[in-house]
């Protein structure tokens, strides 16, 4: 664990950065005594009276996921700029860019022979709804032809059928369930049996001369009913859920225990039939919009420091760690900067970003369209990755980065500060999340990196990433953070360097889509 050089140098400034007297925890999260009293009131208000556990049922159970162009992403905007103006900070919802508006209705999904089971899965995004209609149909799998000449030959047998086009895994448990209990040997021999396996499954389709992508449209042509597909994310039960490139007949998304029982009742000859019935709504074209707020600056309103998340998410769960628990980090600091930091020297921002989950195109946009922000900015802090404590900061390739990143969080309580390591310079960061779009035009945007929490298999971009999995703890450690960071870059006494690293090759700005799932 890397700790920060608390060496502050003569300046009389910097001798009047806090210095943490005592601390007391409660639940992991820090309650510091401070000799700075915004800091001090920072953390006392956020261990005792946080708002993070309402905001998150309000956000996630009430509004629930926000994909862009569906009525909730709007929704959502609309609620972060009441949230705000309840807090006295003002907001509004900035057009950026249109996008093809849709709605996800009900999906029934039903196993009718050899018997009856309700079935675990989701309609995919943008899939197009069945109206009021219910389909009853037998399976068939993907079978393994030649070549594409043989595909189109045997292509006509799908008419009527649903098709299964995802391969059938060999286990549901995650690798880390096999390392705990199974031998050595056996780990081995279905790891090599699941490499096989899937290589196999990807030569499947390329011989039909087709991709992931084409494949779903030929079948509907062809006259499928519809397409079922199994994305497992390598956990017990959690799919990721993405979107549907079919136009006609539904894609759905059949959980791997499910999915795996319909493929080897289809694949033994038991002819099983599922009924699906799902509905959706085609909304044309809607406006999508970045939600931004501001503390407006005293001293220097033109120079801005900027805290960044995401709002939009994909629709399998509720979005609730990517990115609901960074979007309710930088609320929560904006109300904590307001309540104790009403009057910073320099203009606070906060962009809660449309369409990242499409390619970063809301904080992209905003690049675009604000170059006097981006010009003047002070620094951004960002945080996309999870419902876990931030415990990583780099200088994104900054030559001066180490020096006020270390000054500011020199101010941070020992027992959240302790747990950062940092990374100077560090290198760029071309894309993940919004604040590389900053980086890319040479602005200071740094990513607050948090834990794990398995992110990656359990709730990033999947049907499990709900309320349930929020660390609160963790959270309000994040938003003291932010809220201390965007307090220290404010009364810096100076305007932040940023020289970019010689010999770094530096990624490239790369302009926002701003007509999104539109025909040209």
């Keep these: 664990m890397k700790h920060i050089n608390l060496n502050f140098g003569l300046n009389i400034w910097y001798k009047a950065l806090p210095i943490v007297v005592g601390a ?42 926000r994909l862009v162009g569906t009525p909730q992403m709007k929704q959502a905007n609309d609620w972060a700029v009441a949230k705000y103006k309840s807090w006295n900070i003002p907001a509004h919802n900035e057009k950026w860019g249109e996008w093809r508006g849709w709605e996800r209705g009900v999906s029934h999904i039903d196993m009718i022979s050899p018997r009856v089971k309700s079935l675990e899965g989701t309609q995919l995004a943008w899939s197009p709804g069945m109206g009021k209609k219910t389909v009853t149909a037998e399976l068939i799998i993907l079978p393994d032809l030649a ?75 062809a006259g499928a009913a519809g397409i079922i597909t199994n994305n497992w994310s390598a956990g017990f039960g959690v799919d990721k859920i993405f979107g549907a490139y079919t136009k006609i007949v539904p894609t759905v998304d059949i959980a791997l225990e499910d999915y795996g029982m319909l493929y080897r009742l289809t694949e033994s000859g038991s002819s099983p039939k599922i009924s699906i ?37 994909w629709d399998g769960g509720t979005g609730a760690t990517d990115n609901g628990t960074g979007t309710l980090t930088m609320m929560e600091a904006m109300r904590l900067l307001k309540k104790y930091y009403p009057h910073p020297k320099r203009t606070i921002l906060v962009g809660h970003w449309g369409s990242e989950e499409e390619g970063l195109n809301g904080s992209r946009a905003f690049v675009e369209d604000h170059p006097e922000i981006v010009k003047n900015l002070q620094a951004l802090f960002n945080q996309d990755n999870g419902t876990g404590r931030v415990v990583n900061i780099g200088g994104q390739g900054f030559v001066e980065s180490k020096d006020y990143l270390t000054r500011w969080l020199a101010a941070v309580p020992d027992t959240i500060k302790n747990r950062i390591k940092t990374n100077f310079p560090g290198q760029p960061g071309g894309g993940g999340s919004d604040f590389a779009s900053f980086v890319a035009v040479g602005a200071p945007g740094f990513s607050l990196s948090s834990l794990n929490w398995s992110y990656g298999s359990y709730t990033w971009h999947t049907n499990r990433d709900t309320y349930d999995k929020v660390v609160f ?9 932010a809220a201390i960071m965007a ?26 889509t701003r007509r999104g799932g539109l025909d040209k």
Excluded at 473 to 481: F, I, Q
């Design 473 to 481: 703890d963790d959270l309000k450690n994040n938003a003291m953070l």
């Design 147 to 221: 070549d594409s000449v043989a595909f189109q030959q045997w292509l006509p047998n799908v008419k009527g059928k649903f098709i299964l086009i995802s391969m059938c895994q060999p286990t549901g448990r995650p690798d880390y369930n096999w390392t705990e209990f199974a031998t050595k040997d056996s780990f081995d021999r279905m790891k090599a049996a699941r490499a096989a396996q899937t290589d196999a499954w990807k030569k499947r389709i390329s011989k039909t001369g087709l991709t992931n992508k084409t494949l779903p449209v030929a079948l509907e042509n």
């Design 24 to 65: 007391l925890l409660y639940g992991g999260v820090a309650n510091a005594q401070s000799a700075n009293p915004v800091i001090n009131n920072i953390v006392t208000e956020e261990t005792g009276n946080s708002q993070l556990e309402s905001l998150a049922h309000q956000l996630f159970d009430g509004i629930g996921p």
């Design 277 to 313: 019935h799902c509905e959706s709504k085609e909304l044309g074209v809607v406006p999508t919009f970045n939600t931004i707020a501001e503390i407006k600056g005293t001293e220097k309103p033109d120079e801005y420091v900027m805290l960044s998340a995401h709002f939009d998410s």
């Design 487 to 512: 307090y220290m870059a404010s009364e810096d006494p100076v305007k932040t360097t940023n020289t970019k690293t010689e010999g770094v090759k530096w990624p490239a700005q790369t302009k926002a």
